[in-house]
């Protein structure tokens, strides 16, 4: 079975400051992995995904994700932190064969702080 | 347009009640999911539906019933609550053409019980 591991559940960052939010994936075939987005009382919003076309992933916001598969990793980066990216950030695995079900981390929340 | 919305958005019910919950998509997709997420913010799957038929029941308990009268709408019945069906109920949809087909995510049904 697939699962991911996002490390800190807790973020807090400068505005400005580089955004680093950390996913490991767990899969026996090859993932497609994601990363949503969760603004306070809202659903979740997709902000990047790997298929297997690009390692490095660009998305909305100005996020990107580097899927390494020698590291089973798809850590979430932004060169600088706005007050408006404070939110909580889900990354979420899928597999062919899974039913297109979406596996998700524990969450990260992200702070922003002047 | 709301692509993907839930009614109601917020629910408070004594336990033992029976209620049900609303999901319609106007984005032309043919599978729709539900997902719950508890006080920690940890989502999981519940139900998956493509063209009306169930494909994921992700062990759910029985007084959790899914109805899906055509693809663009999936209900959620819930029987005799409990307080620890207490949480946040996302309804999700996408199109079923690959396993790495986002998912688009309602903003979510607020159940609280008393």
């Given amino acids: 079975a697939q699962s991911v591991t996002q490390l800190g559940s807790h973020v807090s960052v400068s505005e400005g400051a580089l955004v680093l939010l950390r996913c490991n994936y767990s899969s026996s075939v090859p993932p497609y992995l994601f990363w949503y987005v969760q603004y306070p009382n809202q659903g979740l919003q997709l902000l990047l995904k790997y298929t297997s076309a690009a390692t490095l992933v660009k998305g909305i916001n100005g996020f990107e994700a580097e899927f390494k598969k020698s590291e089973t990793s798809f850590h979430l980066t932004k060169p600088s932190a706005h007050m408006s990216d404070a939110a909580e950030y889900f990354c979420a695995v899928s597999v062919t064969g899974g039913g297109n079900k979406l596996t998700f981390g524990t969450g990260t929340q992200l702070k922003v702080e002047l | ?114």
């Fill in chain 2, 1 to 114: 347009d709301t692509a993907v919305s839930q009614t109601p958005k917020y629910l408070v019910t004594q336990m033992g009640n029976d209620k049900s919950i609303k999901c319609e998509q106007n984005l032309g997709h043919d599978t729709m999911y539900w997902y719950k997420q508890d006080s920690k913010k940890f989502l999981k799957i519940m139900f998956s539906y493509n063209n009306k038929e169930l494909i994921i029941n992700e062990t759910v308990p029985n007084r959790f019933s899914p109805k899906s009268p055509d693809k663009a709408h999936l209900n959620l019945h819930i029987n005799s609550l409990e307080l620890g069906d207490s949480a946040v109920y996302f309804c999700a949809s996408s199109n079923s053409g690959g396993f790495n087909q986002p998912q688009h995510f309602g903003d979510g049904t607020r159940l609280s019980i008393l």
